[in-house]
């Protein structure tokens, strides 16, 4: 697997800010840079002050805990993930990090009802960071009892990667910092859409054939978006056909498969044979970009995860291989 490395002046900053964060001798967050002053971040359910001086900050759902480590900051608990993990529950550019730095955070239990509540407070943490994921608000009432709490702007499970890496900014009071590596972030992918200008303007759809239930992404999905940000655009049929559901993801019919019309079919899929079970099936076969071969299957849960959302550490961590998927596809447009 192809892994991009993030760009020179980028590795300096984070490994210098990373190593004066802890080891594994010092609790992780016991040296991060605290808070110079009071601030407060506006989400869905108000807005919450975030003390001065705060240094242990607690990571939940996705994306936060890239965000900080990339800012230089080693929370003192993250929360597990369930996909493409290894044993402990981390994802393996999340483990590449923390080794660079030889820190040992605490893993809360992955949230499946509500979060670790006894875990997190048992911490004692200065902030809580959760502004990609689905907290409720009854959940973030029960969080901000433990401490300031952020979740997300709008819609749960919806905050693009770049707001993601604001927002957690800002809560620890490096939004200099923040912007910085968005910039050096967007560089990366604008270089990348440079060199990939075959992509500029074609429409996709993004999809998943799992557990008997065709998925397609809304434009909302952070895995879409991050397609737009490589010069894609979505295809009208996606919203054409949207059957309600989640603010970012519907089913389709198998009977409508059909009517799902875009230039280039992003695939996902945890294996070869389950690209395998799709495409041999009618309803896979129907779908016209399907039926010219301009579909991009991406396969393999560790790739999916690092663009399913990107973060601030996964970005380039698989970029490469992903942009090839679809350019081969693009290649095949009828």
């Not at 029960?142 to 890496?165: C, H, M, Q």
């Not at 380039?316 to 291989?321: A, C, F, K, M, S």
């Amino acid at each position: 697997m192809s892994r991009r490395s993030i760009p020179v002046a980028l590795t300096a900053t984070v490994a210098l800010a990373l190593t004066a964060c802890g080891n594994a001798e010092e609790p992780a967050g016991s040296e991060t840079t605290a808070t110079a002053e009071a601030v407060t971040i506006e989400h869905a359910f108000g807005s919450t002050e975030i003390p001065a001086g705060a240094t242990d900050v607690v990571t939940l759902g996705w994306g936060s805990t890239e965000a900080a480590l990339a800012l230089g900051v080693v929370p003192v608990g993250i929360e597990a993930q369930t996909y493409a993990v290894d044993e402990n529950g981390l994802l393996p550019w999340v483990n590449e990090a923390l080794a660079e730095v030889e820190a040992e955070p605490t893993i809360l239990p992955a949230t499946v009802e509500e979060p670790a509540y006894e875990d997190i407070d048992a911490l004692d943490p200065d902030v809580i960071l959760a502004p990609y994921s689905g907290i409720t608000e009854e959940q973030y009432d029960i969080l901000s009892e433990i401490a300031p709490t952020v979740v997300y702007p709008e819609e749960p499970w919806t905050t693009p990667w770049r707001d993601v890496v604001s927002i957690v900014g800002e809560s620890l009071g490096m939004d200099e910092e923040a912007d910085a590596l968005v910039a050096e972030l967007d560089a990366t992918l604008e270089e990348t859409a440079a060199a990939h200008p075959e992509l500029d303007g074609v429409t996709v759809a993004a999809i998943w054939d799992v557990g008997g239930t065709f998925y397609v992404y809304k434009p909302a999905d952070s895995r879409v978006d991050f397609l737009l940000d490589l010069g894609l655009e979505s295809a009208p049929s996606v919203e054409e056909l949207d059957t309600g559901g989640e603010t970012f993801v519907y089913s389709l019919s198998y009977e409508e498969t059909d009517k799902l019309d875009a230039d280039v079919i992003v695939n996902y899929a945890s294996t070869e044979e389950e690209i395998e079970n799709f495409l041999a099936q009618s309803y896979a076969q129907a779908i016209p970009a399907v039926q010219d071969g301009a579909i991009a299957n991406i396969t393999g849960d560790q790739l999916i995860a690092a663009m399913s959302p990107p973060t601030a550490l996964s970005i380039n961590w698989g970029l490469d291989e992903y942009v090839d998927a679809i350019s081969a596809a693009v290649d095949q447009i009828g």
